[in-house]
């Protein structure tokens, strides 16, 4: 039996700043992969929590739409109108459709849909659990019977995982308006021809990266989150830490995790 | 070694021996010895940082022992499974320093979470009987609504050992129950334990520096000195000793209670 926030420790000799830096560093991936082995674990065995699981989706994924919108909208009308000067200049302002929907479709809406869910519930995330952990909550929860670990992060990681691809495909179609509601003031395009040319180049590889991409990026989020909050320490100073290393850890590897799917989806093209 | 309770017939429900514990390096328990009978309220002082806490949560299963055995009912906490452990931990109430309420849910939520967790197929009705039970004994039915941030420190406290008290613990562990409270409410919060104690027959540990709190609430008093356990006795005998740290502990509490 081991406590539920415990981690792997070393306690260092007389040692450098580099190797401690090393040893810390690969400490981390340790516990990390020891957190995730624990949630595909005790995720996966029952009881499973499926009212929280409703929960924790409604409050990652309905509360989020708001924000999805705006910022879905924004950025398909924006890069839009940011693109059509150039295609102007070779007359080929009739390409905007299908450029549109490659950007938004392939890398727009799976990355800015991912970054934004991971500023908002990603540090939500390491603040609730981190407050939970240094005001003892995590361990009343513990001796009371419950397994907080399948009861706050299991279904916090299942939640946003499988609530992204779902705000992902949201977006996209969100952007696509924004995107239309431009090219339509300007070149007066009908909603057919434009939903026509943009689906066009728009292939099931396209679709199926983009969200199975986008269920990578959510479970990396909640994993982050979950993490950096269930192992927060030293008071209120290691709650704003927790939530500030999840968001900024997480934009990372998505960025990471972008360009290695990427490259693995260019190879499969 | 073990404390000496004046009733060896008594049934044994915590005994812990030889435990150690330590934290980066630092002997925090160093070796305690002790049993803790049914009905037996002990209180444990200590200066801050001592390793009170420690103790409790060890028994209660948070944290492992580096060496050392702690039964429970018989039961070697740090080896069971979790499904025993969590069927143990049923008969152990843990009342927290800060109370540590669930800040998401209100009071009622916060008192019907542990029952409907470990009795999934209780019905409503029970449930809605048992927290209006627990908030009466407590003395705080009125608040059954509010939200945790809307309670003052000493109706925290009083929550949270409602909370435990919903499941019908037979042994109470008590982490500083009336630390950051004035006088008056710890007055109010040690009334309770007393209650507690009584209306339901609960062995108590109590972890405390507050002489008041453990002079009223505890059959037999000891105290955690550099890792190990004076031996026990009953308040006014355990100051009786001329033993440096209890003298010096009870001189900065500036109060006389003789």
Known sequence: MERNTEQLKIVPAEKSIISKGVDDFFLGVYNVWKFIGRFFKEGFLPPFEIKEIVNQCYSVGFRSLPLISLTGFITGMVFTKQSRPSLASFGATSWLPSLISIAVIRALAPLVTALIVAGKVGSNMGAELGSMKVTEQIDAMEVSGTNPFKFLVSTRVMAITFMLPVLVIYSGLIGMMGSYLNVHSNEQTSFTAFFKTAFMPISFLDIISSVLKSTIFGFTIGITGCYQGYHAENGTQGVGKAANTAVVIAMILIFVEEMLIVQLVNVIR | ?258
């Open chain 2, 1 to 258: 070694m073990p404390a000496e309770t004046g009733n060896n017939k008594k049934e044994v429900v915590i005994a812990i021996r030889q435990l150690k514990k330590s934290f980066n390096g630092r002997a925090v328990l160093n070796g305690v010895d002790i049993d803790i009978c049914r009905g037996e309220n002990l209180a444990v002082l200590g200066r801050s940082g001592t390793g009170k806490s420690v103790l409790i949560k060890i028994i209660s299963g948070l944290l492992k022992p580096d060496s050392g055995t702690v039964k429970v009912f018989g039961k070697e906490v740090d080896k069971l499974n979790l499904p025993a452990l969590q069927e143990l931990r049923q008969k152990i109430g843990f009342s927290f320093q800060n109370s540590a309420l669930y800040d998401s849910m209100s009071v009622r939520e916060n008192l019907e979470f542990p029952l409907v967790r470990n009795r999934p197929k209780i019905k409503k009705k029970e449930v809605n009987d048992a927290v209006e039970r627990v908030l009466t004994d407590v003395g705080l039915l009125k608040t059954i609504d509010q939200m945790p941030a809307e309670l003052s420190g000493g109706q925290r406290k009083r929550i949270g050992i409602a909370r435990t008290l919903i499941l019908q613990p037979e042994i109470m562990l008590y982490d500083e129950p009336t630390a950051g409270l004035d006088p008056i409410t710890s007055i109010e919060i040690n009334n309770l334990i007393n209650q507690v104690q009584h209306e339901y027959n609960t062995t108590s540990l109590i972890i405390t520096h507050d002489l008041t709190c453990a002079k009223t609430t505890a059959d037999t008093v000891t105290m955690l000195v550099e890792g190990k356990f004076l031996p026990t006795a009953n308040f006014e005998k355990f100051f009786e000793r001329q033993d440096e740290s209890v003298r010096t502990f009870y001189d900065y509490n500036f109060i006389n209670y003789k």
